[in-house]
């Protein structure tokens, strides 16, 4: 990929700059995940008129505490006074809530719209930007995904992005519930604020 410099409000470095910092808390198989996710959110970002620089940062970092130990994500979320609920969860939940706010101070990242992207990527919200959207799909349907209905999700997401994201929180909630785990509250409130406008998805 070409090398990207970003805007310096974004990330006052490169890509090749955060890939670097990114590679340090990832092992090798996640670290190539979000690669693909960045890919993947840089085509929809084109799509759909997104910047491409949130697009590719948003992707790279969606991930970027998913490695770390429980301990560090209860302790950010004392330390930041985060909402209690979070501790009743775990790291599903928290890489991409909590995980916010550690991209936040270890990487100097601090624009609403990425961290939003990463705060929702797993949850969804009934409030999603196009940037939002965009990374909670291309997490969804990354081209090593696969899974009954991915190839559904991917060309929704690549024709209709709302849509493709009803059909996510549809079949996430389905997955969760059939599958017996914890919700989290936000995702159904997502489900609640995105299926019935598609409610044949």
Excluded: C
Excluded at 1 to 11: A, G
Excluded at 54 to 66: E, M, N, T
Excluded at 93 to 109: D, F, N, T
């Amino acid at each position: 990929m070409t090398e990207l410099t970003y805007t310096q409000h974004l990330f006052a470095g490169t890509r090749d700059e955060l890939l670097a910092k990114i590679n340090k808390q990832l092992k090798p198989k996640r670290f190539k995940h979000v690669q693909r996710v960045e890919q993947t959110a840089i085509k929809l970002a084109k799509i759909n008129g997104v910047n491409l620089e949130k697009a590719s940062i948003a992707g790279l970092v969606h991930d970027y505490a998913k490695q770390r130990p429980d301990e560090d994500f209860i302790a950010a979320i004392k330390q930041y006074q985060l909402d209690p609920i979070l501790l009743d969860y775990g790291n599903a939940i928290w890489h991409g809530v909590v995980g916010a706010e550690l991209i936040k101070h270890e990487l100097g990242i601090y624009d609403e719209d990425i961290l939003n992207a990463v705060r929702h990527h797993t949850t969804g919200a009934v409030y999603m930007s196009p940037l939002e959207q965009i990374v909670y799909m291309a997490d969804y349907i990354e081209p090593e995904r696969d899974f009954p209905g991915v190839d559904v999700a991917r060309q929704l997401a690549e024709t209709d992005l709302a849509k493709s994201v009803a059909f996510q929180a549809k079949h996430t909630l389905q997955y969760l519930v059939d599958n017996g785990k914890p919700v989290y509250p936000k995702s159904i409130d997502t489900y609640n604020a995105w299926v019935p406008r598609y409610p044949n998805v």
